[in-house]
Nanobody
Framework: QVQLVESGGGLVQPGGSLRLSCASS??????????MGWYRQAPGKERELVAQ???????NYADSVKGRFTISKDNAKNSVDLQMNSLKPDDTAVYYC?????????WGRGTQVTVSS
């Protein structure tokens, strides 16, 4: 019923920036969304939480991205963005969008981010 679609991934040089966006294909009342977040998974590693924003606007970040990444949301658009600055090769991964609702948990299909010279 609900599809999350990510965009903005790609290839960037170390030190560069990318902005990821995620939006729902169908409207969801903001009151039903507890959290919006971004996760990533690199080859051979477990999926990890990168950044999360709650209904009230509180944010959480992985220690590895604090000071470099910023998560934001637009309730009217049912969207969540991740601004990624000062990118490092270790940031290379597939990034997944997540909406955590009271009644369900939804995931995007993922977008590849590659940081390389």
């Amino acid at each position: 019923q609900v599809q999350l679609v990510e965009s903005g991934g790609g290839l960037v040089q170390p030190g560069g920036s990318l902005r990821l966006s995620c939006a729902s294909s169908r409207s969801i009342s903001s009151i039903d969304i507890n959290t919006m977040g971004w996760y990533r998974q690199a080859p051979g590693k477990e999926r990890e939480l990168v950044a999360q924003i709650t209904r009230g606007g509180n944010t959480n970040y992985a220690d590895s991205v604090k000071g470099r990444f910023t998560i934001s949301k637009d309730n009217a658009k049912n969207s969540v963005d991740l601004q990624m600055n000062s990118l490092k090769p270790d940031d290379t991964a597939v990034y997944y969008c997540n909406f955590g609702l009271w009644s369900a948990n939804y995931w995007g299909r993922g977008t590849q981010v590659t940081v390389s010279s």
